[in-house]
């Protein structure tokens, strides 16, 4: 598969799925803008061919806007969008702050809703265009992540509503949850609950990023064509 000559934007690119999606996506071809507000992030991907650091704050949202405005503005065109950038901040809810809420939602869901708007108008525009969204497992409901729970499931419905808006104009858009997966945010998890989520797995193992990172690449090629609005779980059996 190649995207040769397509441009991609690609956040949370500094670590984890994120990082795994950009060297992907930059190995078939395209010029990856890989959007984190880690200054790791040049170190990150620096060994890319095709990759663009751009060090911002997604919870920023006018100059969010602008970013994504920008990219297509000065690469002429917007091909692919992955929305990955994600943290947690967990707690019962009786014990939840407004704080925490508030700073999971901020980049889980308003940062995801900000990229998508933009690249929305733009891909209307120009006629076509893929955007992929990063959930979770999660979004079904998970004990200590109300916060986390709600942002992955209102994600899901943001990006099947973009579905429905950008067909008409040649867009697609799709979501992908992984389970669990071996990131250093996953990894911060005590032992003993590590453990019992891979045993909720039924290929007995965690996933890696490239797990998730090869099902992007497949949406945002020539093969997914006539894929859109669609859920894809990528968590080795995790939820049957």
């Known amino acids: 598969m190649t995207l040769h000559g397509q441009t991609a934007i690609v956040t949370g690119a500094a670590a984890g799925i994120g990082l795994a999606v950009a060297a992907r996506l930059a190995a078939a071809g395209a010029r990856v803008h890989c ?26 949202r006018a100059a969010t806007h602008r970013l994504v405005h920008d990219i ?40 995801v809703f900000t990229v998508t708007r933009a690249a929305v108008q733009i891909l209307r525009a120009q006629g076509g265009g893929r955007i992929v969204t990063i959930s979770s497992a999660s979004w079904l409901g998970n004990l200590g992540q109300g916060n986390y729970a709600a942002a992955k499931a209102g994600v899901v419905g943001l990006t099947l509503t973009a579905a429905r808006e950008l067909g008409r104009f040649g867009g697609t858009a799709n979501v992908i949850c992984p389970g669990f997966i071996d990131t250093a945010m996953t990894r911060a998890m005590p032992p003993d609950l590590q453990q019992a989520q891979v045993a909720k797995t039924w290929l007995g193992r965690a996933g890696e990023p490239d797990d998730v990172a090869k099902v992007v690449e497949y949406l945002a090629g020539d093969g997914a064509a006539f894929v859109t609005g669609e859920v894809v779980n990528v968590g080795g059996g995790y939820r049957i």
């Not at 984190?36 to 919870?59: F, I, M, N, R, Y």
């Not at 969008?81 to 809810?93: H, K, R, Y």
């Open 35 to 60: 959007v984190d507000v880690s200054p790791a992030l040049a170190d990150a991907v620096k060994e890319l061919s095709g990759a663009v650091p751009v060090q911002a704050d997604l919870t920023d």
């Open 72 to 111: 297509a503005e000065r690469d002429g065109r917007l091909d692919v969008v992955v929305n990955v950038a994600g943290i947690t901040q967990d707690a019962f809810l009786h014990k939840m702050t407004d704080e925490q809420w508030d700073a999971v939602l901020a980049v889980n869901l308003t940062a």
